[in-house]
């Protein structure tokens, strides 16, 4: 499975984006997904996740109630929807397919968001 994210830019605080996550090959749907991020000079940390078969997401306290993941299987693809975005939102956002074992088996390339305050 090869991942490309693709969305990001720079938008000012209090704006929106919609990531973008296509994903090559026929077992998309076999793999739960999520968004990461990582800021300058700081860790990778959880954004969100969603379940491969029933949808149900997961959101890092940080961005609950601002952020909405989503999917759509038959194009191969994982969305992240931003609102409300805030300058610590500022990152490197990645996306991610998690196998059956529960580890991270592909990683996306990144996508730069930059939020002005």
């Known amino acids: 499975v090869q991942l490309q994210a693709s969305g990001g830019g720079l938008v000012q605080a209090g704006g929106s984006l919609r990531l973008s996550c296509a994903a090559s090959g026929p077992t998309f749907s076999t793999y739960d997904m999520g968004w990461f991020r990582q800021a300058p000079g700081k860790e990778r940390e959880f954004v969100a996740q969603i379940t491969r078969s029933d949808g149900i997401t997961y959101y890092a306290d940080s961005v609950k109630g601002r952020f909405t993941i989503s999917r759509d299987n038959a194009k191969n693809t994982v969305y992240l929807q931003m609102k409300s975005l805030k300058s610590e939102d500022t990152a490197v956002y990645y996306c991610?397919?998690?196998?059956?074992?529960?580890?991270?088996?592909?990683w996306g390339q990144g996508t730069q968001v930059t939020v002005s305050s």
């Open positions: 991610a397919a998690k196998g059956f074992s529960g580890r991270i088996d592909y």
